[in-house]
């Protein structure tokens, strides 16, 4: 099993690639890049390392980057400020395909382009996620975590982080926070809506496509609520405010819950880029 202590910045490839990578690391930051070049090698460069070394092993085709007393169940320990003396920026470079395992303590994470499993562990730090196409799966303390043009499954979990999704095109979104802001921004290509979103005290803002299509309860027992939708109704009494409704055929589900916070329903404007057909009708019109 090759195995490497890493004190020193460094660069190293791998031409049995992995098929899976997993990146712990204590401050500083982690970069990871899916590729879809079938010839190339995986890349791994190390820099900024401070502190105790990092060991790079790799088992099988599992890559690992991390600190001998890190492991990936027991990063919450890490909450405590001694141990915390180190440093190092990671970047690795990976077939799209794999599977990616990231936890980190008050560094920041980003991964793109990945197709395959991606799940990220967080203390603080924001965690940067784009053009993710495989499930997805997070959980923080108090980092938030940023989303764009993820069309996997995405499913968030965190104390007081905030989470931002834009242009989300999956098929599922939820997430759950005691104190963490939502915004979620999603159009998903014509498939049903599929939101769950639970925050104590945090705000939630929901953006749907125009022709949006979901069965939608949303709540909130003290906050206020505003709606964009026409075919929702706002009712409710004694201070707590509902947004119930159906849009479009009602195969998809939109819930979301606040018990302090504002809730919103926004719409995406209507598409008007739409390629008119040969007979000079728009697209998608029926006449």
Same mark, same amino acid.
């Given at each position: 099993?090759?195995?490497?202590?890493?004190?020193?910045?460094?660069?190293?490839?791998?031409?049995?690639?992995?098929?899976?990578?997993?990146?712990?690391?204590?401050?500083? #930051?982690?970069?990871?890049?899916?590729?879809?070049?079938?010839?190339?090698?995986?890349?791994?460069?190390?820099?900024?390392?401070? %502190?105790?070394?990092?060991?790079?092993?790799?088992?099988?085709?599992?890559?690992? $980057?991390?600190?001998?007393?890190?492991?990936?169940?027991?990063?919450?320990?890490?909450?405590?400020?001694?141990?915390?003396?180190?440093?190092?920026?990671?970047?690795? #470079?990976?077939? #799209?395909?794999?599977?990616?395992?990231?936890?980190?303590? %008050?560094?920041?994470?980003?991964?793109?382009?990945?197709?395959?499993?991606?799940?990220?562990?967080?203390?603080?730090?924001?965690? *940067?996620?784009?053009?993710?196409?495989?499930?997805?799966?997070?959980?923080?303390?108090?980092?938030?975590?940023?989303?764009?043009?993820? *069309?996997?499954?995405?499913?968030? +979990?965190?104390?007081?982080?905030?989470?931002?999704?834009?242009?989300?095109?999956?098929?599922?979104?939820?997430?759950?926070?005691?104190? %963490?802001?939502?915004?979620?921004?999603?159009?998903?290509?014509?498939?049903?809506?599929?939101?769950?979103?639970?925050?104590?005290?945090?705000?939630?803002?929901?953006?749907?496509? +125009?022709?949006?299509?979901?069965? $939608?309860?949303?709540?909130?027992?003290?906050?206020?609520?505003?709606?964009?939708?026409?075919?929702?109704? $706002?009712?409710?009494?004694?201070? *707590? =405010?509902?947004?119930?409704?159906?849009?479009?055929?009602?195969?998809?589900?939109? =819930?979301?819950?606040?018990?302090?916070?504002?809730? #919103?329903?926004?719409?995406?404007?209507?598409?008007?880029?739409?390629?008119?057909?040969?007979?000079?009708?728009?697209? %998608?019109?029926?006449?």
């Amino acid at each position: 099993m090759p195995q490497w202590s890493v004190t020193e910045p460094m660069k190293r490839t791998f031409d049995d690639l992995p098929e899976t990578l997993r990146v712990r690391v204590v401050n500083g #930051a982690v970069n990871v890049i899916g590729t879809d070049d079938p010839g190339a090698p995986a890349r791994l460069e190390i820099s900024d390392v401070q %502190g105790p070394p990092l060991l790079v092993t790799q088992e099988g085709r599992t890559l690992t $980057v991390s600190y001998e007393d890190l492991s990936w169940k027991g990063f919450l320990s890490w909450l405590k400020p001694a141990g915390r003396q180190r440093s190092a920026v990671v970047t690795v #470079a990976v077939p #799209a395909g794999t599977d990616v395992q990231v936890a980190v303590v %008050g560094a920041t994470a980003t991964v793109s382009g990945i197709r395959g499993r991606t799940e990220v562990r967080g203390v603080t730090g924001v965690t *940067t996620l784009a053009r993710l196409s495989g499930p997805v799966r997070a959980e923080t303390v108090s980092g938030a975590l940023e989303a764009q043009g993820v *069309t996997g499954d995405l499913r968030f +979990h965190s104390v007081s982080g905030d989470l931002t999704v834009i242009d989300g095109s999956g098929t599922s979104v939820r997430a759950d926070s005691v104190s %963490g802001d939502m915004v979620v921004d999603v159009d998903p290509e014509g498939a049903p809506t599929d939101i769950q979103l639970t925050t104590v005290s945090g705000e939630v803002a929901i953006r749907l496509p +125009h022709r949006a299509d979901a069965r $939608v309860e949303a709540n909130t027992t003290s906050g206020a609520v505003s709606n964009a939708f026409d075919a929702l109704r $706002v009712g409710g009494q004694w201070g *707590t =405010k509902q947004i119930t409704g159906t849009l479009g055929s009602g195969t998809g589900t939109l =819930k979301a819950t606040t018990v302090s916070g504002a809730i #919103a329903l926004l719409r995406r404007p209507e598409d008007t880029d739409a390629a008119p057909a040969a007979d000079g009708v728009p697209s %998608g019109k029926v006449l």
